[in-house]
């Protein structure tokens, strides 16, 4: 039987092997790399569902009580392995910018396509994570996997420039955290989250100095889901970075962040103050995330205030604490999200990444402007797509919660959202363009597509599988 | 028969997506639709109050969601409106020039989740089947549309995405305000809750006021109704007929459904607000389309206009009432889709629809100056035709409402204004008439053709559906009646 640490530990050699093999076999075409850890992360997502999770929620299972398998870190681990194997796809979709961009020397693919697969094990440690030294280690083993991947084109000043910002914008969120970790470390004596809720379940427990410490974490995991208003670092770090590591970021990344965010709020709901400040940030998030968006003209821009316009639903399911809600919306995210990225990564190389960039997509390359015309209302919130669905589970969790300014704030926003989405649509589907020859795409993409596009149909009209998959 | 009545527009749309011969396909399924709809009419059974033809698909027994069709009387009427109008506005599209394919896909998918809609027993798929023509009105208008359309298909489509996420706060709440055991979506067992009294009055009166605003949106409710006309006007006729004549419907049906049977707390709490409201659809409205310069402005604000009358049913919560409402909507269904009809093959024709540059092309065109007659005295509601039914019971019905011999209440005085609204509407539709079909001949439009005789099928459905129905109300009372009879009984003559 296997059981939950070792999928990461295979994850983990996984990258290795594919590092030293990359080293020593100069000749190859490096894209068979790609196609090899596409193939093996292939075999452990199939051992997962070979995984007994434990029976209670961050129940410990291994490493000293800072590791949990429950249902829901299984759950997750699935979607890391799912995103990280698209973005291989678009990476080798993306290959030849990569290429292009180290004229003269040997190109560097390798790590392009090896250094995702530890991201992949940093993330399936994370969301196993409910002790904070492990929560630390393995937030760093993503970020730092980050730095090299959003810097990797480094000649174009543009990446560049993305580069630094995340580095210095994600150091400093790490101090927070570290910060805020010893707060709340001084205050209980305890890094384990379960033991936490304990300590502050003692009324001789100095709260203030608690909440303090949990409000520095807050602040480290806004940093990391985009919340508003830590959210300065993402339009530029997602219009520079490499497309294929805009996607990562903006799915594998928050995911982690909110799953997280998650399980270290669960010890401080008996303070009442996290929740109005919850409140507040969602708010803000909402509005920012959404307004800021309206006017932008370039996809990828656009796709990051979306990312964070999507934080601020998230939030709501948070501050309502439905951990199902949120977690189907992620799911919901994750699909349609990539789905568009993988459009963009292969229109990109042809136009560009302006909106203006699609005109007439619709009549040049019908697949990719449909596949895009679902992601879009399934980003808007269409019914019968998955981003619908996750809509209404947000919004049910809200009406139940009688949150009644995030509700007025959210429908609000969801108008602004089917401006800027159907500004995508129009551009592929109303002008057109001078430009006619077909965009070519590869077998291996296209049936990526069509498997996130019957996803996120399917999810929309039958969401059962991911219901039952959460249920306690 | 059910379920194949839903999917045969959507299966149609998405085989000429794939590449079927687009025209062809379109008729085809639309014919075979409104076929089966004569079926299932003609199998029905009025005297049985229950959904009928019911089949059923679970799809999260944790949410008790399902997938349940199945028509009564009122949902049999509204699919039966669905199919013929459905089957003239893709008659009368014919030739497209550019995405020719996608013209006919996107009628059919709005079709397709219209008739999805009203034949929804479970209020999820209800919900969720109207917004299929969300983006595919988006396009019509973009792509397809004339004059203002870029302002006119953001309007539209931001104004129903709004009204729909209100509306489905609205539908969450009715869901929460049941115990947690017997919490789901399916009318027929809100309904049996409702009649237990587990719908407390307060939360009926929050649903409603959420209902009335999502669904006023939809409807195009006063003060509510900009994006409308605009959007009607700009719209390909095709779409427009589809809209006007069946989408907005949906709104109605709606409150209908819910409003009536589950909430009759939340309705008497918010009467005096709907009227007030609906007449400003009547009075506000009707004067702002005498005022209209163009021919597609002013149908577009008519059929704002008539929607007040359908709300005055509604609000009347009397059974002849709620029923005049529905033979009503089923009517000005009809009739607005015709003379949206021949308003775009007059726009093809002569490129423009302002009265001062029309004028006299019944000599050119005697059948369509016929056809946009017969459309006009419907829409006044000339007796003979359907709307007449339908306005005068919603008038009855209305001033029945609280009457006391020797004083007028609210509802003597909305009736009273309201048949005022039928001379507004008198004067701006003969007033279209006249500048457009009588007077002088303008020297540039002596080549005009008239309708080809193929175009005479669909105008000869709509005006015979109309007289049919204006004739033979009883045949659509009939089978509506029953659906009001249980929950509006007690509202008989004090």
């Not at chain 1, 974490?217 to 985009?226: D, E, N, W």
């Not at chain 2, 702002?288 to 008519?302: C, E, F, H, N, P």
Request: glycine share 8%; hydrophobic share 55%; charged share 10%.
């Amino acid at each position: 039987m296997i059981t939950a640490p070792q999928l990461e530990i295979a994850v983990l050699v996984l990258g290795m092997v594919i590092l030293m093999f990359e080293a020593f076999a100069t000749k190859i075409d490096k894209r068979i790399l790609a196609y090899a850890a596409i193939a093996g992360l292939a075999v452990v997502l199939v051992a997962t569902f070979f995984v007994a999770p434990t029976p209670l929620p961050n129940q410990a299972t291994g490493f000293w009580n800072f590791y949990t398998a429950d249902r829901l870190s299984i759950f997750f681990k699935q979607f890391a392995l799912l995103t990280t194997m698209s973005v291989l796809i678009m990476m080798i979709d993306y290959a030849p910018v990569v290429r292009s961009s180290f004229p003269g020397s040997p190109d560097g693919l390798g790590e392009f396509f090896a250094v995702p697969v530890f991201t992949c094990a940093g993330l399936m440690y994370l969301v196993s994570a409910i002790d904070f030294v492990f929560i630390f280690v393995s937030l760093e083993l993503v970020t730092i996997s980050f730095y090299v991947l959003v810097s990797f084109t480094r000649r174009n000043p543009l990446t560049l420039e993305a580069g630094v910002k995340y580095l210095v914008l994600s150091a400093l969120s790490t101090a927070f955290l570290v910060y805020g970790i010893a707060w709340i470390f001084g205050v209980t004596g305890q890094t384990n989250l379960q033991r936490i809720t304990e300590a502050l379940a003692n009324p001789n427990t100095d709260h203030g100095a608690a909440l303090f410490g949990m409000v520095l974490v807050l602040v480290a995991l806004g940093f990391k889901i985009a919340a508003v208003p830590f959210q300065i670092w993402v339009p530029d770090v997602y219009q520079g970075a490499p497309t294929p590591v805009t996607a990562y970021l903006s799915v594998g990344s928050k995911a982690a962040g909110f799953v997280v965010l998650l399980r270290v709020l669960q010890p401080f709901l008996m303070l009442p103050q996290i929740q109005r400040l919850l409140v507040l940030i969602a708010l803000l998030t909402l509005i920012y995330g959404n307004l800021a968006a309206l006017p932008q003209g370039n996809l990828k821009r656009l796709l990051a205030y979306s990312s964070i316009a999507h934080a601020g639903y998230l939030l709501i399911g948070v501050v309502c604490l439905d951990g199902r809600a949120v977690v189907f919306y992620l799911a919901a995210y994750l699909l349609m999200t990539l789905l568009s990225f993988a459009v963009l990564v292969i229109v990109s190389q042809q136009t560009g990444d302006r909106i203006s960039d699609f005109d007439g997509l619709g009549k040049r390359s019908p697949f990719l402007a449909f596949a895009m015309l679902i992601a879009m209302a399934s980003l808007a919130g269409v019914p019968f797509t998955a981003g619908f669905l996750g809509k209404f589970f947000i919004f049910y969790a809200a009406v139940a919660q009688r949150q009644i300014v995030l509700l007025v704030v959210g429908v609000i926003t969801v108008g602004c959202g089917f401006y800027y989405y159907l500004k995508v649509i129009r551009a592929m589907y109303w002008e057109s363009t001078a430009q006619m020859d077909k965009i070519p795409i590869s077998a291996l993409s296209r049936v990526a597509m069509s498997a996130l596009i019957l996803a996120i149909i399917g999810l929309g009209v039958y969401p059962q599988p991911i219901l039952d998959a959460l249920k306690r | 028969m059910v379920l194949f009545v839903i999917f045969c527009p959507i299966i149609a749309a998405i085989l000429i997506m794939v590449g079927a011969p687009a025209r062809k396909t379109a008729l085809a399924a639309s014919g075979l639709t409104l076929a089966a709809t004569l079926f299932l009419l003609a199998s029905f059974q009025p005297a049985q109050r229950d959904f009928q033809h019911v089949t059923s698909f679970s799809i999260s027994p944790e949410w008790h969601l399902s997938f349940t069709t199945g028509l009564d009387g009122l949902s049999l009427v509204m699919v039966l409106l669905a199919a013929i109008v459905t089957l003239a506005a893709v008659w009368f599209a014919g030739k497209i020039d550019k995405y020719e394919n996608a013209f006919y896909a996107c009628l059919l998918f709005i079709s397709g989740g219209a008739i999805g809609a009203f034949a929804s027993v479970d209020l999820f798929f209800f919900y969720a089947f109207h917004e299929l023509a969300l983006i595919p009105t988006f396009l019509l208008i973009g792509i397809w549309g004339s004059g203002n359309r870029v302002a006119a298909a953001w309007k539209i489509t931001i104004y129903l995405a709004i009204g729909s996420f209100i509306l489905l706060l609205g539908l969450i709440l009715l869901y929460q305000s049941l115990p947690i055991a017997s919490r789901t979506f399916d009318i027929r067992a809100l309904k049996a809750a409702a009649a237990l009294g587990q719908i407390s009055p307060d939360a009926q009166r929050h649903v409603y006021l959420l209902l009335l605003i999502g669904f006023g949106i939809l409807i195009s409710l006063f003060p509510f109704h900009t994006w409308a006309p605009e959007a009607y006007a700009s719209a390909p006729a095709p779409a427009a007929m589809l809209h006007a004549g069946i989408l907005k419907k949906f709104g109605l049906y709606g409150l209908l459904r819910l409003a009536i049977p589950l909430l009759p707390e939340g309705a008497r709490h918010w009467t005096n607000l709907l009227v007030v409201l609906l007449l400003g659809n009547i009075i506000y409205v009707g004067l702002v389309t005498i005022a209209q310069k163009r021919l597609d402005w002013m149908l577009g604000y008519s059929s704002v206009m008539h929607m007040g009358y359908i709300f005055l049913g509604i609000a009347s919560t009397s059974s002849l009432g709620a029923t005049g409402a529905v033979v009503l909507m089923f009517a000005h269904g009809l009739s607005i889709a015709l003379l949206f009809a021949l308003a775009g093959e007059l726009r093809k024709r002569t490129g423009t629809l302002v009265f001062d540059e029309l004028g006299g092309l019944a000599k050119m065109m005697p059948f369509a100056g016929l056809a946009f007659g017969l459309g006009a005295f419907a829409a006044i509601g000339l007796p003979g035709f359907a709307n007449f039914a339908g306005e005068i019971m919603i008038f009855f019905g209305a001033f029945k409402n609280g009457w006391e011999i020797g004083r007028f209440h609210i509802f003597q005085i909305a009736t009273v204004l309201a048949l005022w609204g039928v001379v507004i509407s008198t004067v701006y539709m003969l007033r279209s008439y006249r500048k457009t079909f009588m007077g002088a001949l303008n020297e540039r439009w002596n080549g005009l053709v008239d309708l080809r005789p193929g175009l005479r099928v669909p105008v000869a459905l709509l005006v015979g559906a109309l007289l049919c129905y204006g004739f033979f109300p009883q045949s659509l009372v009939r089978l509506v009646a029953p659906a009001f009879h249980t929950y509006l009984s007690a509202n008989k003559e004090p």
